[in-house]
């Protein structure tokens, strides 16, 4: 499963009702070959969900996930943090055995 906390939860339903997306709208988490580290992080929107998807539903946010991403983010937490280092998503991923110094990328 991948999770998120609460202040992501905030800041995904803040961007949803901003760009006047449908209700239905789901916070699609993937990756992608790439990054300093071999694998990057995609966060995105997403209207269609697919029948292989995972789905995760916290808090009336659905969190979907593409089988093959799903095998290194099972475990993921996504948060979301707002300080003099900067703002955005943040990923807590267990399978990863190297994150690079920016965080956006990693090895499994």
């Not at 997306?21 to 789901?26: D, F, G, K």
């Not at 992080?41 to 697919?50: A, K, P, R």
């Not at 955005?88 to 920016?102: D, H, I, L, R």
């Amino acid at each position: 499963m991948i999770s998120i906390t609460e202040r992501a939860l905030i800041e995904v339903k803040r961007i949803i009702e901003e760009q006047s997306l449908p209700e239905e709208t789901a916070l699609r988490v993937g990756v992608k070959g790439g990054g300093c580290s071999g694998f990057s992080y995609t966060l995105g929107f997403d209207d269609n969900v697919n029948e292989t998807d995972q789905v995760h539903e916290e808090n009336g946010v659905r969190v979907v996930c593409d089988p093959k991403s799903f095998l290194y983010l099972n475990g993921t937490q996504i948060d979301f943090e707002d300080n003099l280092m900067g703002r955005g998503f943040k990923f807590g991923n267990p399978n990863a055995s190297k994150t690079c110094g920016c965080g956006e990328s990693f090895t499994v």
